[in-house]
């Protein structure tokens, strides 16, 4: 399977870019020191049809226990929040940390099985930063960071993880978005946390992957400490609630749930809760003076 997947990386990443839809699309290959000696992170860079010099706003965008999609290609969700964020200006990076280890996905492992954890992914964000803040055509100062679920999950760790870093009164990003990661490990730990960027968290009411109670815990807790940090739950809304396709079904391959290994989670979309998700990002990202 790791052949497999390295073969497919190599084909992909020998194409040349391209220019579909209006928007530009390459393959990228990120300097990741952390991965190992001359190892590079594979990513999925999207950008507006070029205007000059101008400085554009950039996200990074972090993919779940599944991966970007199928075979390389991004997902339904994923495409559809690339096409929201290029359409308004932003430059977008999905940067690739399975299939740049060697793995395809690990939602069907046991968490305590799982080789690649978020403390790992976090160094992945930092280098695509880094790889961000050395383009002409980015602006420093809207960086944004987005991830689902393990993503998610990995945008928390990002903010918390490297606050001590972080020097008073700066960010890491501008605005750090995260949509249903698992909260538990912050909302049972005695330490107060201190996040570098502004959080905004969403999630479904009915989430049995994720549930949303100990997001709304740690939240308060933030809250209470003068942390810029809100949250957004959505009523009858399970993972995966942003999904633009497919239906509410059960995942028996999932053993991670709050139901029991055996029980599987329940995963697939709301569109209710998908457009007013959208539009509280629209509004926050406005009121941030992204675009």
Known sequence: MCSLLR?????????????SGGAFAEIVAIPAPH????????????APESKGDAKRPAAIMLHGCGGVGRDGALNARHTMWK??????????????SFTSRGYE??????FAERSIKQSDRVEDV?????????RRDVNAAKLLVWGWSHGGGTVLATITQRASESPEGSALFAQAISFYPGC?????????FKITSPLTLLIGESDDWTPAAPCKTWVKTLRALK??????????AFHDF??????????????????GPDNGVTVGPNPEAREAAKAEIDALLKSAKFY
Request: with cysteine; proline share 4%; glycine share 6%.
């Open 7 to 19: 073969l497919i990386a190599s084909a992909v990443a020998s194409t040349a870019a391209f220019v």
């Open 184 to 192: 538990s490990s912050y909302a049972n730990s005695s330490r107060s």
């Open 242 to 259: 942003d999904n633009p396709g497919g239906k509410i079904r059960v995942r028996k391959d999932v053993p991670n749930g709050i139901n």
């Open 105 to 110: 996905e690990i939602c069907t492992k046991k």
């Open 35 to 46: 991965l190992g000696e001359a190892k590079t992170l594979r990513a999925q860079l999207f």
């Open 83 to 96: 096409d929201w964020l290029v359409e308004r200006g932003f430059i977008v990076v999905y940067p690739e």
């Open 227 to 236: 942390q810029p940090a809100t949250i957004t739950t959505f009523a009858n």
């Open 126 to 134: 930092l280098a695509t930063r880094k790889w961000l803040l050395e």
